[in-house]
């Protein structure tokens, strides 16, 4: 009885977050909410979160943001010392 209730959270929570991918709101933060919620109890969505957990981080890897914050840090506080 739980894995169905866990299946029908969830499952409402991703088709929530697939409307949301055309309607205004954070699509994609939901699904990874519902994915997260039926991780829980089903192996296959542990691995569909692992898997864009992973495509996450090479994608950020690739943008470069953690260098251009690191550059943007840099320059604030270049800025805001004495004698600068």
């Given at each position: ?12 929570v ?17 699904i990874?909410?519902?994915?997260a ?27 470069g ?10 320059r ?9």
């Amino acid at each position: 009885m739980k894995k169905f209730f866990i299946a029908l959270m969830g499952g409402t929570v991703v088709l929530i977050g697939v409307a949301m991918l055309v309607l205004p709101g954070p699509g994609l933060l939901v699904i990874a909410g519902g994915l997260a919620i039926l991780a829980t109890e089903f192996i296959w969505a542990r691995r569909a979160m692992r898997h864009a957990k992973g495509a996450i981080a090479k994608v950020r890897r690739k943008s470069g943001l953690k260098e251009w914050l690191r550059r943007m840090k840099a320059r604030v506080a270049g800025k805001s010392a004495p004698g600068g």
